[in-house]
């Protein structure tokens, strides 16, 4: 069913071919013959020369003939010869770039064409003409077009400028008929000429009647979307209508949403359109969807009845994590679904369940539930919806809607939600691939984009071309910075050869650490730089953020809770780097309080599940330990205190930002140092003090576990087969016929 009203051809005879004027420059010849037109027809100056139109239309009559259009450039008048093949029709015509522009020349254009024709015609004046002859901005042609609509469609059904989401886009609302079919353009005309919009479009299902309401998020304010005629061309006809001029205090875009909040539909199509023209309009549906949150709904407990609640339901790019409980006592949920405008998915088919305890609906105590947590991967970004839909299915037939709060949508509180998502003695490795690992991966990325280098603070005058660069990120723990900068201070070959790069990842804290260093610095006449952070961005980032300020040839990225006690400790520990066993990179030995090692070099030894986990050589024995005094090669050091040449640094691609808060990033590097060709050294000759993890215990998430054990399988996950190697593990393929050599001897 085509839009366009037919219209009945008129009672005067008509001139077979005509030309008529479309725009300033450019003419147009009409011609019409009595039957289909089966070989290209040709038109022609009357001296035989080919004439080359930019542009030209075949186009079906009710009445079986054929219409024939050719539109071209004349700049002086022209006598033309038009044909159809040898045998076939033939008629002249003169066309002469001075004949004025006559309204009625274009209404006439529709005069006994069928309806497929018709929406071609207009289709071709709208797209492909329109470019060809440049001819969005002629008023001329603009009028053109809006006569010809009217000639389709009579009338004026209307269309709505509905509100102003933002600055740049607005939202424009109609109704259609549902055999229109799927909308391909849409086009403005106005005095001043045809405009294409760009433009998204929400179709929402047909009344009874067999209309659809339509919503038409464009790009364009109240100025560029003047009053005028709104053309959508439609796989099977096409719309017109009349768009009005905005009033002058137009809805604002959350009172228009507040009445329609309850369309998920619409909601899906507004988050994952708007959130990608710019940060301004990001910002809006968010606030949109946070000031209009639909009332969470889960189903309460109750003796003999299900329950179950969604209370994780992150929104990303890549998929969306969910997770939740439920309870059955009487085994009737048939599963949980995630219901979109496009699809239904099903929670059952790829959760991982895990026991649990949930408050009773009357308060008086907390029953066993069961866990749940999923991720739905995407197909394309969905955008960041606050409150994603689902639905418990009963094995009686019956649904019951689940609706979750409101949902953060800061990475860092989003990373605090997945973190606390699952117990860690439930996060086996295949939860990990399958559910949190896409999802924490993800939201570790938008946790490093969007933290940098807020602000840097000088004291005192840095050495022009410093040989070492220290590192020292600060994270909420302050207590030992006070020690630091003195035995910094002490050290004569520190002075004047040494920049001290402090970063702070916890910025709240900026002023109190400026006014201390600014004490230490007056105290002591030390040179120290504070680089703080916008936000916690986790060890790597403040560690790579540091070493991008860094001047030094050698830098030295050492932990806010380790004391140096004796002189020239860093200028000994450069002085193992490079030579012919290729050092890539050395760490000290380090000391507990008590004097006992903390440090001696780094190790591998898988756990229980097959992860590597990080060990240290010797820990808690003597500091005098004989074989920790030892120089020698060794798998890794740790980064309380890692020495390596800046450009080292740089080569590898400093630490890796993927892994969650700090953990695993030392082994990581010296893996990746290793990789390029060098090795990693440990150090006994040079002993420093470590208070092992002050700073780490203040970090909530991390002390949870999940972090941990996320950071130590995606470290396996990078480098299982290059650790056994280094630990003298054997082949996967020996392992595995020890291990059927081993059932064998057993049976």
């Known amino acids: 069913m085509l839009e366009i009203v037919p219209l009945s051809p008129r009672n005067d005879q008509v001139e077979s071919v005509r030309s008529i004027k479309l725009a300033s420059d450019v003419s147009l010849v009409v011609w019409d013959i009595p039957g289909p037109c089966s070989v290209p027809p040709r038109c022609?100056?009357?001296?035989?020369?080919?004439?080359?139109?930019?542009?030209?239309?075949?186009?079906?009559?009710?009445?079986?003939?054929?219409?024939?259009?050719?539109?071209?450039?004349?700049r002086t008048p022209l006598q033309l010869l038009v044909s159809a093949g040898t045998l076939g029709p033939s008629d002249s015509v003169e066309v002469d770039p001075a004949d004025p522009f006559i309204g009625s020349d274009i209404a006439a254009l529709v005069e006994e064409l069928d309806g497929r024709a018709r929406v071609s015609l207009l289709t071709a004046f709208l797209t492909s003409w329109c470019g060809a002859f440049r001819l969005s901005r002629s008023s001329a042609f603009a009028e053109a077009v809006q006569l010809l609509a009217q000639e389709l469609q009579p009338g004026n059904a209307p269309a709505t400028l509905a509100c102003l989401p933002t600055r740049d886009t607005a939202l424009i609302e109609f109704a259609t008929s549902a055999d229109l079919g799927a909308i391909s353009?849409?086009?403005?005309?106005?005095?001043?000429?045809?405009?294409?919009?760009?433009?998204?479009?929400?179709?929402?299902?047909?009344?009874?009647?067999?209309?659809?309401?339509?919503?038409?998020?464009?790009?364009?304010?109240?100025?560029?979307?003047?009053?005028?005629?709104?053309?959508?061309?439609?796989?099977?006809?096409?719309?017109?209508?009349?768009?009005?001029?905005?009033?002058?205090?137009?809805?604002?875009?959350?009172?228009?949403?507040?009445?329609?909040?309850?369309?998920?539909?619409?909601?899906?199509?507004?988050?994952?359109?708007?959130?990608?023209?710019?940060?301004?309009?990001?910002?809006?549906?968010?606030?949109?969807?946070?000031?209009?949150?639909?009332?969470?709904?889960?189903?309460?407990?109750?003796?003999?009845?299900?329950?179950?609640?969604?209370?994780?339901?992150?929104?990303?790019?890549?998929?969306l994590l969910v997770g939740g409980w439920f309870r059955d006592p009487q085994d009737l949920i048939a599963g949980i679904d995630h219901v979109t405008a496009e699809v239904t998915r099903s929670l059952d088919t790829v959760w991982h369940l895990f026991p649990g305890r949930v408050g009773t609906a009357e308060g008086s105590g907390r029953d066993d539930a069961t866990g749940f947590i999923a991720y739905l991967p995407h197909d394309k970004p969905a955008g960041p919806i606050l409150q994603p839909r689902f639905r418990m299915r009963l094995k009686s037939g019956a649904e019951v809607n689940l609706i979750p709060k409101p949902q953060p949508i800061d990475a860092a509180t989003m990373r605090a939600g997945a973190l606390?998502?699952?117990?860690?003695?439930?996060?086996?490795?295949?939860?990990?691939?399958?559910?949190?690992?896409?999802?924490?991966?993800?939201?570790?990325?938008?946790?490093?984009?969007?933290?940098?280098?807020?602000?840097?603070?000088?004291?005192?005058?840095?050495?022009?071309?410093?040989?070492?660069?220290?590192?020292?990120?600060?994270?909420?723990?302050?207590?030992?910075?006070?020690?630091?900068?003195?035995?910094?201070?002490?050290?004569?070959?520190?002075?004047?050869?040494?920049?001290?790069?402090?970063?702070?990842?916890?910025?709240?804290?900026?002023?109190?650490?400026?006014?201390?260093?600014?004490?230490?610095?007056?105290?002591?006449k030390m040179p120290m730089t504070l680089a703080v952070m916008s936000a916690n961005g986790g060890y790597a980032r403040a560690n790579n953020a540091g070493v991008g300020l860094a001047r030094g040839l050698v830098v030295n990225l050492l932990n806010s809770d380790v004391i140096p006690t004796d002189p020239n400790w860093l200028s000994r520990l450069a002085d193992k780097l490079g030579g012919s066993a290729r050092i890539g990179a050395v760490g000290p030995k380090l000391l507990f309080e008590d004097g006992s090692l903390q440090h001696a070099g780094l190790y591998f030894q898988r756990d229980a599940r097959g992860t590597w986990l990080n060990h240290h050589f010797f820990k808690g024995m003597p500091g005098g330990h004989r074989a920790a005094n030892t120089p020698r090669q060794v798998p890794a050091v740790t980064g309380a205190c890692l020495v390596m040449l800046r450009e080292t640094f740089t080569d590898v691609g400093g630490f890796s930002e993927d892994y969650v808060i700090g953990d695993y990033e030392d082994s990581d590097i010296c893996l990746k140092i290793r990789a390029a060709g060098m090795n990693v050294a440990y150090e006994p000759g040079v002993a420093l003090y470590h208070l092992e993890r002050r700073s780490m215990r203040r970090n909530g998430d991390y002390m949870r576990g999940i972090a941990s054990r996320y950071n130590s399988w995606l470290h396996t996950q990078r480098w299982d087969p290059v650790i056994g190697k280094l630990m003298g593990e054997p082949p996967v393929a020996e392992r595995a016929e020890e291990t059927i050599g081993d059932r064998r001897s057993a049976a």
């Open 185 to 319: 353009s849409a086009h403005l005309v106005t005095a001043q000429g045809v405009r294409r919009l760009s433009c998204e479009i929400y179709a929402r299902k047909p009344d009874r009647s067999g209309r659809r309401g339509m919503t038409l998020l464009v790009d364009g304010n109240a100025t560029t979307l003047a009053a005028g005629t709104l053309v959508l061309i439609g796989e099977n006809g096409t719309a017109i209508r009349a768009l009005g001029k905005i009033g002058a205090r137009p809805a604002s875009f959350l009172r228009w949403w507040g009445t329609r909040r309850n369309d998920g539909a619409l909601t899906e199509f507004l988050v994952r359109t708007l959130s990608v023209k710019s940060e301004e309009a990001r910002l809006a549906v968010i606030d949109m969807q946070a000031r209009a949150a639909l009332p969470p709904k889960a189903i309460e407990l109750a003796a003999f009845q299900p329950g179950a609640e969604v209370d994780l339901a992150l929104s990303l790019d890549g998929g």
């Open 44 to 74: 022609a100056r009357q001296d035989g020369e080919i004439i080359a139109p930019l542009a030209s239309l075949r186009l079906g009559r009710v009445d079986g003939g054929t219409r024939i259009l050719w539109a071209l450039r004349a």
């Open 420 to 524: 606390r998502s699952v117990p860690l003695q439930h996060a086996t490795g295949a939860l990990l691939s399958e559910t949190l690992g896409p999802a924490l991966a993800e939201i570790q990325r938008r946790v490093v984009k969007s933290v940098g280098i807020a602000r840097v603070e000088h004291f005192g005058q840095e050495p022009a071309e410093p040989v070492f660069s220290i590192v020292i990120p600060l994270y909420r723990v302050l207590d030992y910075l006070r020690f630091q900068i003195a035995a910094f201070a002490t050290d004569p070959g520190l002075r004047d050869q040494t920049e001290i790069i402090f970063v702070l990842d916890s910025p709240e804290q900026a002023d109190d650490v400026s006014h201390m260093l600014g004490g230490l610095h007056r105290l002591y």
